[in-house]
């Protein structure tokens, strides 16, 4: 199985920052990679799919990069509503891996 | 309203069965691929199974496989994971989401979750 490593596991930034987390895949997987956000007490929720496509209604603030190996989510300026832990997710191939996860905490 | 809603789960003995459920509404359920996917109390996400539109395929975890059924009945647009020789390790919420393929207009194609229910939560124990 595929094994997508996120770091940092956590952070803590203050709302306006400009903050980047980085997905790494145990091998390439094209640009077969999305992001999902998880607020505490809720399922998570689709932010990025093939890598830098927005879902809809995801604010502007978030984008997404890389193809490969090398993935990173960043979030310009970020909001309360923003403190949440990510996941990355690898749809290259069975069984779909997800990212251990990188909690956005308040400074 | 596009609608996921998840059902079944409880408390069960170790080595003991259950069986969740998915109700969807809102959309053409028939259409779509289905996922499962777990998260263990304080942990991150594991995807557990996924499931063809018409029920003629499905892909399984290997922590999970052997001992899981994903099924599904479009008539009653519900979908189900039949969970067999549960273990400790099997204690988790469970959610279903809607597996949507996306494509990028040049023979790409990308799977995603886009629609979650609020999960069910599963507890192995004696």
């Known amino acids: 199985a595929i094994q997508m490593t996120q770091s940092p596991s956590s952070l803590s930034a203050s709302v306006g920052d400009r903050v980047t987390i980085t997905c790494r895949a145990s091998?390439?997987?094209?640009?077969?990679l999305g992001w999902y956000q998880q607020r505490p007490g809720e399922a998570p929720k689709l932010i990025i799919y093939?890598?830098?496509s927005l879902h809809n209604e995801v604010p502007s603030r978030f984008s997404g990069s890389g193809s490969g190996t090398d993935f990173t989510l960043t979030i310009s300026g970020l909001r309360p509503e923003d403190f949440a832990t990510y996941y990355c997710?690898?749809?290259?191939?069975?069984?779909?891996?997800f990212g251990q996860g990188t909690k956005v905490e308040i400074k | 309203d596009v609608q996921l809603v998840e059902s079944g789960g409880g408390l069960v003995q170790p080595g003991g069965s259950l069986r969740l459920s998915c109700a969807a509404s809102?959309?053409?359920?028939?259409?779509?691929?289905m996922t499962w996917v777990r998260q263990a109390p304080g942990k991150g996400l594991e995807w557990v199974a996924n499931?063809?539109?018409?029920?003629?395929?499905?892909n399984y975890a290997d922590s999970v496989k052997g001992r899981f059924t994903l099924s599904r009945d479009n008539a009653k647009n519900t979908l189900y994971l039949q969970m067999d020789t549960l273990r400790a390790e099997d204690t988790a919420v469970y959610y279903c989401?809607?597996?949507?393929?996306?494509?990028?207009?040049?023979?790409?194609?990308?799977?995603?979750?886009?629609?979650w229910g609020q999960g069910t939560l599963v507890t192995v124990s004696s």
């Open positions: 091998q390439g997987i094209r640009s077969d």
């Open positions: 997710l690898q749809d290259y191939i069975y069984p779909r891996t």
């Open positions: 499931i063809k539109k018409d029920g003629s395929e499905q």
């Open positions: 093939a890598a830098s």
């Open positions: 989401a809607r597996d949507r393929t996306y494509s990028d207009g040049s023979g790409r194609y990308y799977d995603v979750f886009d629609i």
């Open positions: 809102g959309f053409t359920f028939r259409s779509y691929w």
